[in-house]
């Protein structure tokens, strides 16, 4: 009975540890530039017209690459609001206001 519950030990352990060490590697998109973040805006907005009134958009001086996340912050104004996108390198964003 003792060897049944050490075998089942040492099988709960390596499956445990068998992830260890399998990180993703990070996409890095650092090279990119102001035709990704149209790309990446005019996509969102095609999905989400409801975001954006008139469907236009400017894009502000100060993107900025955060190399400990691997993403873009990304100033722009639409209407009458200031926003930034945080820009993905496989180019999903998210919007907030600034």
């Not at 609001?81 to 964003?93: M, P, R, V």
């Amino acid at each position: 009975m003792k060897k049944a519950y050490g075998l089942l030990a040492m099988l709960c352990a390596g499956l445990v540890l068998a992830g260890c060490g399998e990180e993703k590697s990070k996409q890095e998109c650092s090279n990119e530039g102001e035709a990704f973040f149209t790309q990446s805006l005019d996509s969102y907005f095609v999905k989400h017209p409801q975001a954006i009134e008139n469907g236009s958009y400017t894009l502000r001086p100060g993107a900025r690459y955060d190399s400990n996340n691997n993403w873009w912050v990304v100033p722009f104004d639409y209407s009458d609001k200031k926003a930034q996108a945080l820009l993905s390198c496989d180019g999903h964003l998210e919007i907030t206001l600034r």
